[in-house]
């Protein structure tokens, strides 16, 4: 064994004093008690799974003037976040195998945390060229930013059925790309007004009807009624923190603008409730950031999106501390079922799993700073809110962060190439 982390860890969805014994990056024992190694003893602080953000825009290659692969992994793992899956709506798109393979190499040379490379898929893409290579697929049925679309019926069925032969899952953008209004507005009422609660319900239910059997994770979803029309699917669903936390009346302005948009108060809260309740399935932070000037321009021409990969679960966890939330059901959220809905062998404490751990002292409440977050974006949506930032952060069995501090290697790697070479 290389290490014996020690300490109260979640395990089988419980907190106890226990022994974690990590061998070659992988948890290989948990244990009351556990000798023969290295002992790393956190008394009493919280052992928690590194968590999985299945929704990040990291915007290399084309846009590294807003994030690209060191700076959005960095952030990632400040977060306690330990494997990000990106968005293929890069600039060129990775929508075949030779993009996938330049984005693997890039990212491979720059990431801090493990990376999973999303497919981008429009009408025409070759599925099964990219299945061997991609960790899952994904496709915008409305337009944003830098999209491909596909509305038709009989192409979502077409490649719904392809992504399931190959043994993947199809993420999905559900706004009713037919159902969007282009009107001018000013304000986020407008951008909600212009992209309603009802072109995600729509969407929601064509997915429903045309797709019975797909594997379909569906996006962001920002409204009850559409969560409501999953239930009995098979379908995951996720939820972001920021239409929990935030709405259309949150002062944000552009800043605020998002697709789908930020809603009223009044969902707000009834989609935050649902989440507390265990309506969600994965809590994904669909990180997009776009420059503070470009977020700054008259609403207009501001771009959709909000960076989150940071903020993610440390506003989370102040939830966790506050008693609102209980922290068994934020680490399925933000770590068990990611890992299980997209095959990975992560996300839980426990025996043959990857060694990626985030370290919580409850006690430490902070206020979120811009400037304390590792985005090349330099803005957050949440600026003095309430968050409970990793003391540390481990991945495969080493530790990469240590009280705000890198103090490891860096050493990201795509997760379906490490599956392959074994
Ligand atoms: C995303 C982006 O900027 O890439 N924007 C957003 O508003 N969420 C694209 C997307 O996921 O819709
Ligand atoms: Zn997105």
Redesign the pocket.
């Known amino acids: 064994m290389d290490l014996i982390i020690e300490g109260r860890a979640l395990v089988n969805g419980r907190l106890e004093q226990c022994c974690i014994g990590v061998d070659g990056g992988r948890i290989v024992a948990i244990k009351k008690d556990l000798r023969g190694a290295k002992r790393l003893d956190l008394q009493d602080r919280i052992i928690l799974p590194g968590a999985i953000d299945p929704?990040v825009?990291l915007r290399e290659p084309g846009s590294t003037h807003k994030e690209d692969f060191r700076t959005g992994t960095l952030s990632a793992a400040f977060g306690g976040v330990t494997c990000v899956l990106d968005?293929p709506?890069t600039v060129p798109p990775t929508t075949d195998l030779d993009r996938l393979r330049e984005k693997r190499a890039t990212a491979s040379s720059k990431a801090w945390v493990d990376f999973g490379l999303i497919g981008g898929l429009g009408p025409k893409s070759d599925v099964l060229g990219m299945a061997a290579e991609a960790v899952a697929f994904k496709l915008?049925m409305g337009s944003?930013?830098?999209?491909n679309l596909v509305t038709e019926s009989d192409d979502l069925q077409r490649l719904a059925g392809l992504v399931k032969r190959a043994g993947k899952v199809l993420s999905v953008?559900a706004e009713e790309e037919g159902m969007i209004k282009k009107d001018r507005v000013d304000d986020l009422e407008g951008h909600n007004n212009n992209r309603g609660p009802e072109c995600e319900l729509h969407a929601v239910r064509r997915l429903r009807e045309l797709l019975p059997e797909a594997p379909v994770n569906v996006?962001?979803v920002t409204t009850v009624a559409a969560l409501k029309a999953l239930e009995g699917t098979g379908f995951t669903k996720e939820v972001t923190p920021h239409h929990m936390l935030l709405d259309e009346r949150s002062g944000l302005a552009g800043r605020g603008?998002?697709?789908p948009p930020l809603r009223s108060p009044e969902e707000r809260d009834a989609v935050i409730n649902a989440f507390i309740a265990g309506q969600f399935d994965i809590l994904a932070s669909?990180h997009?950031p776009?420059t503070i000037d470009e977020k700054g321009q008259e609403f207009n021409s501001a771009?959709?999106?909000?960076p989150g990969v940071e903020t993610s679960v440390p506003l989370m966890l102040n939830l966790v501390k506050k008693g609102r939330l209980d922290l068994g059901l934020l680490a399925r959220c933000c770590a068990q079922n990611p890992g299980e809905r997209f095959g990975l062998k992560k996300g839980r404490l426990a025996v043959g799993y990857d060694a990626d751990l985030m370290v919580i002292d409850p006690g430490k409440v902070v206020r979120i700073k811009t400037d304390h977050l590792h985005s090349k974006c330099t803005w957050t949506p949440y600026e003095r809110l309430e968050a409970i930032f990793p003391e540390m952060v481990f991945l495969r069995g080493d530790a990469l962060i240590e009280e705000g501090n890198i103090v490891g290697e860096r050493k990201g790697r795509d997760v379906v190439t490490a599956k392959l070479s074994g």
């Open positions: 929704h825009h968005m709506n915008f944003t930013t830098q999209s953008h996006c962001h603008k998002v697709n669909d997009a776009h771009p959709s999106g909000v």
